[in-house]
Nanobody
């Protein structure tokens, strides 16, 4: 079973930046799509961003709340996924989860379509 491990969370002031990374326990892991979700206290888990690959082409999609501020990408084979977060706001405070799926079926924003999940990394934005 592939394990995903997030890193890069922390405490930052509003307006600041953080970069989250996600690595897989298996170097040959090659999912169809990966995404970031987040969950704030007493809130449901929500979609943040996702990226899918068809051949050498990558397709990205973002939640409206982060569009223009966050960038999802795949840096290299070791670090499967990253999330560059700029202009952070207090409402971005949450535990951020990396997820991966092998199937192309279903919308990338739906958490139930993902097969693998990380343990999460805390992001706290102070005002």
């Amino acid at each position: 079973q592939v394990q995903l491990v997030e890193s890069g969370g922390g405490l930052v002031q509003a307006g600041g930046s953080l970069t989250l990374s996600c690595a897989a326990s298996e170097g040959t892991f090659d999912p169809y799509a990966m995404g970031w979700f987040r969950q704030a206290p007493e809130m449901e888990r929500e979609f943040v961003a996702a990226i899918s690959w068809i051949g050498s082409s990558a397709l990205t999609t973002y939640a409206n709340s982060v569009k223009g501020r966050f960038t999802i990408s795949r840096p290299n084979a070791k670090n499967l996924l990253s999330l560059q977060m700029n202009s952070l706001k207090p409402e971005d405070t949450a535990v951020y989860y990396c997820a991966a799926r092998n199937s192309a079926a279903g919308r990338l924003s739906i958490s139930d379509t993902y097969d693998y999940w990380g343990q999460g990394t805390q992001v706290t934005v102070s005002s």
